[in-house]
């Protein structure tokens, strides 16, 4: 004879690991699988960055952040400390057009390595579409 609270009792304690089987794959997958993946020798091919819509269009400058919290700082409006970021290095300004090679991706935002100009040899952070 089946006995209900035994039933009951197994059912709870199944869905009890299913839910920390789900929290762990979260776990893994939001912490573990969004860092940044360093990109391989052959994928560092030199590119330009540039803001225009017009890509041939090389008018204008670019604002890189050093890390990738300043460049939220830079795009998300901060701007009431926008000129100090310069000054202080925690952001670059390159003109459009400018070359750099691509030295790590983190989903939409990718780390460059500046390669002309007076701040080459630099790296900072750049929204991937600002990439060409």
């Known amino acids: 004879m089946i006995n209900i609270s035994q039933v009951k009792k197994n059912k709870k304690t199944i869905i009890g690991i299913f839910v920390w089987i789900v929290l762990i794959l979260i776990f893994l997958f939001v912490f573990l699988g969004s860092e940044s993946q360093p990109i391989e020798p052959e994928e560092t091919a030199e590119s330009i960055i540039n803001l225009n819509e017009n890509r041939e269009d090389c008018s204008g400058t670019v604002a890189i ?39 790590n991706k983190d989903f939409d935002r990718w780390q460059v390595r500046i390669s002309e100009g007076k701040n080459i040899g630099k790296e900072g952070w750049a929204f991937y579409n600002w990439i060409k």
């Open 65 to 103: 952040g050093i890390t990738q919290e300043a460049l939220d700082r830079i795009i998300y409006g901060d701007e009431e400390n926008f000129g100090r970021m310069f000054f202080s290095g925690e952001a670059i300004a390159v003109g459009n057009c400018t070359k750099v090679s691509i030295v």
